[in-house]
């Protein structure tokens, strides 16, 4: 009996062994998450922090070579039917039914090959064709917009800004007209939402308890962070515009941001303006984007920006494109708002792809 006592006691004590062992592994586990967690939190902050800065470091002109479609002509592989089948035996060929018989498939054979070497052809003949014309399209669309063609300097300066790569949480929405008698570029973008700044400081685990806890981002860092990125997100487009442009067709840009919410007292949705900036090439030039603050630049600028952008405070934008369907007698610059301008006393600059630029009122 004592040496069952014993054994068992032993038993006990593995098995305590080997139960702390298992919360030390799953603490461990949860701390890691947490750390990695915390870790993502820092990584998107900074992300939205240097929203600018990334841009600055960046050769935005696209070469229309790099642009050329290059696709591989496959070669020909005719695998079994290159090979001849098997001839029968010699003897074979002076019984005239065997022979025709070896005859017939040999020729059925080769009938295929020649039909697949037909399709391979046809196929490989399509696949240049269309490689041909697409780097055909590259150069007419290099020949246009080095003639400032409107449609093609829309077209290169749309591909600029598609290229560029904010975030997954970013809309990439844009739309722009060229202004080719005073070489504006009018641009109106969507902007990300305010949920784009993390709600949570920091998460911390606590192993009493087996819980993960967090901190809340205080709600003016939240306000802060998300105006410094919607401050930035008008510049660095702004900027990419102007350091793509070797030509030299943009002498002035004029950017407005939208972000898409819900008006929570309605259930509409809404699409306010937060910010808007008419930049000349001469006076954007003189910044120094790199140490300066991205408000305090758009504030220089003389930029129309939001007093409060996390809470949807709107400003009315310097242009807004308008389709040319729109009657003729009124556009509405901002359903929600029921903004409406009369073409007789506002500004109307012809633009091109089926927008106009509205000069707003004030």
């Not at 080997?18 to 592994?25: F, T």
């Not at 301008?341 to 630029?357: H, Q």
């Amino acid at each position: 009996m004592a040496r069952l006592g014993q054994v068992e006691r032993e038993a006990a004590r593995a098995e305590g062994v080997e139960e702390r062992e298992r919360r030390k592994i799953h603490a461990n586990s949860r701390a890691t998450q947490v750390q990695e967690l915390n870790e993502n939190l820092e990584l998107c902050v900074s992300s939205l922090q240097q929203l600018l800065e990334a841009t600055l470091r960046i050769d935005h002109a696209i070469d229309f070579e790099s642009m050329k479609q290059i696709r591989a002509v496959r070669t020909f592989e005719a695998g079994d039917l290159a090979v001849p089948g098997p001839p029968p035996d010699p003897s074979a060929f002076t019984v005239p039914a065997l022979r025709a018989a070896y005859t017939a498939r040999e020729e059925e054979r080769m009938g295929r090959l020649r039909r697949a070497v037909e399709v391979h052809e046809r196929r490989n003949a399509k696949l240049i064709a269309e490689m041909e014309a697409q780097r055909k399209a590259v150069d007419s669309l290099r020949a246009a917009f080095e003639a400032r063609d409107p449609r093609a300097v829309v077209r290169y300066f749309s591909l600029v800004l598609d290229r560029s790569c904010q975030g997954a949480d970013f809309p990439n929405a844009t739309r722009m007209a060229y202004l080719p008698e005073s070489k504006e570029v009018v641009v109106e973008s969507l902007l990300p939402p305010v949920a784009v700044v993390p709600t949570v400081t920091t998460f911390t685990y606590v192993r009493a308890s087996d819980t993960t806890t967090s901190t809340p981002r205080p709600a003016t860092q939240r306000k802060s962070l998300y105006a410094g990125a919607v401050a930035q997100i008008a510049l660095r487009t702004i900027y990419q515009l102007f350091d793509a442009d070797g030509p030299g067709h943009l002498e002035t840009v004029v950017f407005s941001g939208y972000v898409d919410t819900v008006d929570p007292a309605t259930g509409l949705a809404l699409r306010p303006c937060l910010i808007s900036v008419r930049a000349a090439r001469a006076a954007f030039g003189a910044l120094d984007l790199a140490h300066g603050d991205a408000v305090g630049c758009l504030h220089h600028l003389g930029a129309r920006v939001s007093k409060s952008p996390a809470e949807l405070s709107p400003v009315r934008p310097l242009l807004r494109l308008v389709s040319k369907k729109a009657p003729a007698e009124e556009i509405v610059l901002d359903q929600a708002q029921e903004q409406v301008i009369d073409l007789e006393r506002g500004t109307v600059t012809p633009g091109v792809t089926g927008w106009v630029a509205v000069e707003a009122r004030r």
